[in-house]
């Protein structure tokens, strides 16, 4: 199977897959009580006894509350917001808009999804890419020096330190940021919301780089943290298992040095776990995990929009991002798989279309 075949064959069972995960969360969304229907009739009826409270009294009040909405306002309101029509009729018009990424309009923000979305990536982009490349560009050296000296007191110290760093949640570890050096019981060295300043459009280049500079620093170091612990574990232990096996033992044996040994013949082997997980690194520091470090920081991110997407529910927004995390989710799959082929050849289509 060469890789344009296999390439295809991955994208026809992305299909079914995506659809699945469409049709059940639609089928769950039918069920689920204080939709935007209920949440718009029961401020109607707030607004009767309010009204007519302030008309006629109390009594008048309650009397008004108790009679209900208009049957022709309910349909209405239904219309408004596509409810007026059956399921199976919603489900299809919903997946003929996906097909061309019409995501929709949102019930609670009256803008495009699509829109919607765009507006909150860059500080999602901004978090997730600063997350990935410490993750990465960090913790692979440190892994690959702890398997070196392995055993040693620079191994001890480190593994302790990085499994103290894994063992507090993200979440905890901003709390604690925020007290020591966000103005809390200790220093205000760092801002306690947003990615810039007020005045970050009066700034100088330089400025506006150290501005950026000073907010992300604690949102990032909280996000970091879990991710760092195990990407340096990985690394090591990954190491520790290439250098055990005998090719390594062999080129040891036939004069070779240990720096190439290592770098040569080690290095690419052990990388390969690293290297076929990359995509999906890369997108899940962007998506996953964001939403606590957003709300704690007040940083208006994806995170963010999905959760208050759910409790709102705005089901626009909430489809509309399920649907292109998941189909994102679906290529970055792909991608690490043909990442697993390039970084190691004795690797075939046949064995992945399995």
């Not at 059956?86 to 996906?98: I, N, S, V, Y």
Request: proline residues 4%; hydrophobic residues 50%; positive net charge.
């Amino acid at each position: 199977m060469n890789i344009w075949s296999y390439i295809a064959k991955r994208i026809l069972l992305m299909i079914p897959t995506l659809l699945g995960v469409i049709a059940i969360t639609f089928a769950v969304i039918q069920f689920v009580p204080g939709g935007p229907v209920e949440q718009a009739l029961m401020e109607l009826k707030q607004g009767a006894v309010t009204g007519g409270g302030e008309a006629s009294g109390g009594g008048a009040a309650q009397y008004r509350g108790r009679q209900g909405i208009d049957a022709e306002r309910v349909k209405e309101i239904k219309a408004l917001y596509g409810f007026d029509k059956p399921p199976l009729e919603r489900f299809w018009q919903m997946l003929k808009g996906f097909a061309t990424f019409d995501l929709g309009q949102s019930f609670y923000h009256h803008k495009d999804v699509w829109e919607l979305v765009k507006s909150k990536l860059p500080v999602s982009i901004s978090l997730g890419m600063w997350t990935f490349f410490l993750a990465y560009f960090i913790s692979v050296p440190l892994g690959i020096s702890k398997a070196i000296r392995e055993g040693s007191r620079f191994d001890v110290v480190t593994s302790i330190a990085v499994l103290i760093g894994y063992s507090i949640p993200g979440f905890v570890l901003g709390v604690l940021l925020l007290v020591l050096f966000g103005g809390g019981s200790f220093v205000q060295w760092f801002p306690l919301r947003g990615l810039t300043s007020d005045n970050w459009e009066t700034l100088s280049w330089a400025g506006k780089v150290t501005d950026y500079l000073w907010h992300i620093t604690l949102p990032v170091t909280a996000s970091v943290a879990g991710a760092f612990a195990v990407m340096t574990m990985l690394t090591k232990n990954t190491f520790l298992e290439e250098i055990r096996k005998q090719y390594v033992l062999t080129a040891r044996a036939k004069g070779l040095s240990e720096k190439t040994v290592l770098y040569k013949h080690v290095f690419r082997n052990a990388l390969i776990p690293l290297v076929t997980g990359f995509p999906a690194a890369f997108i899940g520091a962007f998506f996953a995990g964001s939403l606590l470090i957003e709300t704690l920081f007040s940083l208006d991110g994806l995170g963010l929009l999905s959760y208050e997407s759910v409790v709102r529910r705005d089901y626009p927004v909430v489809m509309g991002t399920l649907y292109l995390f998941t189909l994102i989710g679906l290529v970055v799959k792909l991608l690490g798989d043909l990442c697993y082929v390039w970084a190691d050849p004795r690797v075939q289509f046949e064995s992945l279309a399995r």
